[in-house]
């Protein structure tokens, strides 16, 4: 089934999202139908995480993973690392 969704009236919703065989992980700050679409299709295969990436919501574009890990830049923080990897990992 295809569905159509906008992020903050952007449709290029893979720059504020991505999704991977083992993960979703979604952009905060957008709109919260944007989120409940990625929850209703996917939440029962695999987690969907809210979150950024260096304080930026453009984390479709700024990241690269798969179901073996996720690859950041230098300018995430600490906080946000630790976050993201306790939300995959622990559902993976």
């Known amino acids: 089934m295809a569905t159509r969704i906008q ?3 952007n449709c290029e919703v893979g720059v ?3 999704l991977t065989n083992a ?3 979604v952009a905060i700050g957008g ?3 944007f989120y409940s679409t990625f929850e209703s299709e996917l939440a029962d295969v ?3 995480v ?3 990436i260096g304080g930026t919501r453009i984390i479709g574009r700024l990241c690269v993973g798969n179901k073996n890990g996720l690859l950041l830049p230098h300018t ?3 906080q946000g690392t630790l976050f ?3 939300n995959v990992q622990s559902t993976v």
């Open 84 to 86: 993201q990897y306790f």
């Open 7 to 9: 992020f903050e009236n």
């Open 23 to 25: 993960y979703c992980l």
């Open 50 to 52: 809210k979150t950024s």
């Open 31 to 33: 709109s919260e139908n």
């Open 76 to 78: 995430t923080t600490d």
């Open 46 to 48: 695999i987690p969907v």
């Open 16 to 18: 504020f999202s991505k």
